[in-house]
């Protein structure tokens, strides 16, 4: 480790996830937020925090599970009423949705200024997202959806900028990503992990109750929990890569 980033992490740590009142999940699309941080979810709702799902994009071409015959259409209604089933699951009443075309059949701009608007509108302290910068990630949502995230959470404190946006300025204090392979913050989840996996139930097109694609995301979820737990000396975690403002510009030891 470099003395600058030695020194980076006594002077400016990575701030705590749990250290806010107000937040913002972006999910690409339904079921993304309750894999990547669904226990987190569940935990900041259960504390009284005031936490808000934004999900961008459809998910309409999710068709492997769906109901035979399912139309893309349908799959698009069929998906809204599971991700407010699941958020409920979480403790989570207020799921907002951009409707934007799953598969990255969108203007990126258009994408900016939608999650921009619900900024200016939830005034959110910390945003959660998924980590673009991560190697093997081959989906254009998610990674656009992270672009997004580190685009706005620079920039929503300023008034004349998010003007430019069409929206509100917005108090954000940090970044938080989910679903990296770089995680500096840990969330102690013991005792959630069970409210994760029926969430998820929730979302029946995409994970049958008793299928294969259940059990692997079930068992997936588990080994993370354990695995993060015992790098954070805990018995149960989520794992983010958390950026403060401090971190997000001029700092590149930050994203080591």
Known sequence: MSLTRLALRFAAPAPKVEQYERYLFLGPHPDDIEIGAGATAAKLAAAGKQVCFLICTDGR????HAPQGTTPEELIE??????????????VTDVRFL??????????EDLVKGVARIIGEVQPQLILAPDPDVSSECHVDHRRTGETAKRLAFFAPFPQIMAQYGASAAPIRALAFYMTARPNRFVATRGFLPRQLSAILCHKTQFPPESDAYKSV???LKLRAADFGLRSLRLQAEGFRVLGQTHMHCLPEAGL
């Open 78 to 91: 069929l998906r809204k009423a599971e991700a407010l089933a699941s958020a409920k699951a979480l403790g």
């Open 218 to 220: 079930a068992l997936y």
């Open 61 to 64: 071409y999710g068709l492997e």
């Open 99 to 108: 409707d934007f075309s799953d598969g990255g059949f969108y203007d990126v």
